[in-house]
């Protein structure tokens, strides 16, 4: 079955970097066009980025473009999120999943909370 | 910006229907669109129910239906029960690498 278990969440300072990993199994990662998905204390869904299989584009919302990277690594069939000169608002729990095909999600990972306090 | 639209909550009796609505701050909303859905209870991860406006993702109940009503997508809810009780969330692919989410509607079962 499809799985997505994100890791590397923690507390940070502001300002700081923090990489998040997404492992995936059950599914063909590498054909697989990958979002992040973050979801702020008592808020709702936010969409933060989406990269095609074959990283060949890579969209950014406009609240993390130019902070956050997302990549990948095809022999560990892992997903990465980059984030750099994090704030107090990027706290969140961040979700990877799986894209459908038809511009929608299909497997959500359980989440990973990122704390930017100082 | 866009914004996407969603009652921020609805009561349903046990065994209503029930049709949660997704729409623009400005504009229709359209298939082109790609509207999709999720439930979340809190604590959880969310789970995928409808995508590409209509079609039910793998193991969701008939009792979900997605369809473009007006000019919004809309989730339909019919027999309402208990676990029904949740968050729903829709997603709209805006265009050229936009996706953007709707601020869900909390649905009471009562």
């Known amino acids: 079955q499809v799985q997505l278990v994100e890791s590397g969440g923690g507390v940070v300072q502001p300002g700081e970097s923090l990489r998040l990993s997404c492992a995936a199994s059950g599914f063909t990662f590498s054909t697989s066009a990958i979002y992040w998905v973050r979801q702020a204390p008592g808020k709702g869904l936010e969409w933060l980025t989406f990269m095609r299989s074959d990283e060949s584009i890579k969209y950014y919302a406009a609240s993390v473009k130019g902070r956050f990277t997302i990549s990948r690594d095809y022999s560990k069939d892992t997903l990465y999120l980059h984030m750099g000169s994090l704030r107090p608002e990027d706290t969140a729990v961040y979700y990877c999943a799986k894209d459908g095909g038809n511009y929608n999600v299909d497997y959500w990972g359980q989440g990973t909370l990122v704390t930017v306090s100082s | 910006q866009t914004v996407v639209t969603q009652e921020p909550s609805f009561s349903v009796s046990p065994g209503a229907t029930v049709t949660l609505t997704c729409g623009l701050s400005s504009g229709s909303v359209s298939t082109s669109y790609y509207p999709s859905w999720y439930q979340q209870t809190p604590g959880q991860a969310p789970r995928t129910l409808i995508y590409?406006?209509?079609s039910r993702s793998s193991g969701v109940p008939d009792r979900f239906s997605g369809s473009i009503l007006g000019n919004k997508a809309a989730l339909t809810i019919r027999g309402a029960q208990a676990d029904d009780e949740s968050y729903f969330y829709c997603?709209?692919?805006?265009?050229?690498?936009?996706?953007?989410f709707g601020g869900g509607t909390k649905l009471t079962v009562l």
């Open positions: 590409n406006t209509n």
């Open positions: 997603m709209l692919y805006i265009s050229s690498g936009i996706w953007v």
